[in-house]
């Protein structure tokens, strides 16, 4: 009987130790919109690699490195957000601030664009070597204008002139009075462009091909060709053209020179064609705005271009 008891009393003793410890236990915290930021993992070394593409790409140099520092601090600091991102690349394109070793971002920026397009047009003929080709003009229309050869002076002074607004261009378009499609009109009419263009079968293919990264096909080099080679009135893309400016005026402003600017934007950028949707996307894009800047922005910002 005694040893029942001793039994009994021993599992009551068991069963409240367990009670109490199960009452003890610590619950389990869950702790709300606590996620880990999405950029935890980026080093700084790999924002610095971002930053510095971004000043090459953009201004055609590397930053100093108090630029560097600033430019990687403001990033971290705001968690590499795609709004911070936007802040420096708008920046770099726009601003006009006099900086040491730049007039300013903005002129920096243009200067780099008008290098890219004579480097994509013109295979990057210096602005020396336009300079002594319009002298060359220069002094074929004054020894006209001597002779009274009317007609050479006439032709040789709107050679030379071509050949000036290639140089004007860069300053031309920085001050918005000249588009984007003017800037690539103005490079593809003149010498040196047919220098490396010789004829117009060759001019025909390379306007395509230059702009719109494609041949044309058969029907639109036998609608070009007679408006290039004689002046003479047809249709190409549905509009009427009789010289070589009206020509370039409607391929410039054809819907393919848009979808051909984003195609540079992102063969310069991202080394690879944009996908069918970026490239709706930014034409209809630059089809509201006709802005380069954007075009460059919505690549310039993505994580693949930062290598985030």
Do not use: H
Request: glycine share 4%.
């Amino acid at each position: 009987m005694r040893t029942t008891l001793y039994f009994m009393r021993r599992l009551t003793f068991i069963f409240i130790a367990i009670l109490s410890f199960s009452s003890c236990k610590k619950e389990k915290e869950v702790f709300e919109n606590n996620d880990p930021p999405p950029y935890e993992g980026i080093s700084s070394l790999q924002v610095e690699n971002y930053v510095n593409r971004l000043f090459i790409d953009l201004i055609g140099r590397e930053p100093l490195d108090t630029e560097m520092i600033e430019e990687v601090s403001v990033l971290e600091a705001s968690g590499l957000t795609a709004e911070s991102r936007r802040f420096l690349i708008n920046k770099l394109q726009k601003n006009s601030d006099t900086i040491p070793g730049d007039s300013s971002y903005f002129i920096a920026y243009n200067k780099k664009l008008y290098e890219d397009t004579k480097a994509r047009l013109l295979e990057g003929i210096s602005d020396e070597f336009i300079g002594q080709r319009f002298n060359l003009y220069e002094a074929y229309a004054y020894a006209d204008s001597i002779n009274e050869n009317f007609l050479g002076y006439e032709i040789n002074k709107a050679i030379s002139l071509r050949l000036k607004n290639i140089i004007n261009s860069q300053y031309a378009y920085r001050a918005n009075e000249i588009t984007i499609q003017n800037l690539y009109a103005l490079m593809l009419n003149n010498t040196i462009y047919d220098d490396i263009n010789m004829n117009t079968f060759n001019f025909i293919n390379a306007s395509f091909d230059n702009l719109f990264y494609r041949f044309p096909t058969n029907a639109e080099f036998n609608q070009a060709f007679p408006i290039i080679e004689d002046n003479t009135p047809g249709q190409i893309f549905g509009e009427v053209a009789q010289n070589k400016d009206e020509y370039l005026q409607i391929l410039t402003y054809d819907t393919e020179f848009k979808e051909g600017l984003v195609t540079w934007a992102f063969l310069s950028l991202l080394t690879r064609e944009p996908f069918s949707n970026e490239r709706f996307d930014l034409v209809n894009q630059f089809t509201d705005d006709n802005d380069l800047t954007e075009i460059q922005l919505r690549i310039l910002i993505t994580d693949e271009y930062a290598g985030f």
